[in-house]
């Protein structure tokens, strides 16, 4: 079965600093979400890259697709407290039919003002 | 459009009791998860439904859980005799299997806490 290690497990950084959070599988990618969870709440969807080489980005989030090394990296540039959070990521279990996502256990973000 | 839709938020339930956890999707979405998450660990997989049909049930599925999507609009997933282990948030979510290659996005609700005491 697939699996995905999140690096790190946990950051603190200070605001206006940028960081990266990785996700590596153990398995090839066929895809990858990225979503964002606030403690005791639900997911809210960030971003899906679909192909080797894709970059998304959205406000100061950015994300790509590294097929290869079998690895997703989010970025964010200089952080906010509103950042703060717990990053997950999720890949489908197969290609095509992209439905069962299998998920990291999460990097919990501090962001201190 | 309001997003994923998920009743209760919060329930408390004696070991042995049954309880039902509601979900309604996005309007127009045919496909339907649910996904168990405890503590410290992501979302794991329980089952999906493709309009009314559901097409897979992981492993963590006892018989004791079922899942239904009657008309392919709003999910129930009940548990019947809770134990102190069901307790976890169970998330629901929702996609769109269409033609368009930003289809299957997949949107999640706010998650339903269960507590088995």
């Known amino acids: 079965s697939q699996e995905l290690e999140q690096s790190p497990q946990s950051l603190i950084v200070q605001e206006g600093k940028n960081l990266t959070i990785n996700c590596t599988s153990s398995?090839?990618?066929?895809?990858l979400y990225w979503y964002k969870q606030k403690y005791g709440e639900g997911l809210i969807f960030l971003m899906m890259?679909?192909?080797?080489?894709e970059e998304k980005s959205h406000e100061k989030i950015t994300a790509k697709l590294d097929e290869k090394k079998q690895q997703s990296s989010l970025h964010i540039t200089a952080s906010q407290p509103s950042h703060a959070g717990i990053y997950l990521c999720?890949?489908?279990?197969?290609?095509?039919?992209?439905?069962?996502?299998?998920f990291g256990k999460g990097t919990l973000l501090t962001v201190n003002p | 459009d309001t997003g994923v839709s998920q009743d209760p938020r919060h329930k408390i339930t004696k070991r042995g009791q049954n309880v039902t956890f509601r979900c309604d999707p996005i309007?127009?979405?045919?496909?339907l998860y649910w996904y168990r998450q405890t503590l410290g660990q992501g979302p794991e997989f329980l089952t999906y439904?493709?309009?009314?049909?559901?097409?897979?049930k992981s492993r963590l599925l006892s018989d004791r859980f079922s899942a239904e999507r009657p008309k392919g609009s709003f999910s129930t997933l009940e548990i019947q005799r809770t134990e102190q282990g069901d307790s976890a948030m169970y998330l629901c979510?929702?996609?769109?299997?269409?033609?368009?290659?930003?289809?299957?996005?997949?949107?999640f609700g706010e998650g339903s806490w269960l507590t088995v005491v």
């Open positions: 979510a929702s996609s769109f299997l269409g033609q368009a290659s930003s289809g299957n996005t997949i949107y």
């Open positions: 398995k090839t990618l066929y895809g």
């Open positions: 890259l679909q192909k080797g080489g």
């Open positions: 999720g890949a489908p279990n197969s290609g095509g039919s992209n439905y069962k996502l299998t």
């Open positions: 309007s127009e979405h045919n496909r």
């Open positions: 439904f493709q309009n009314e049909a559901q097409l897979e």
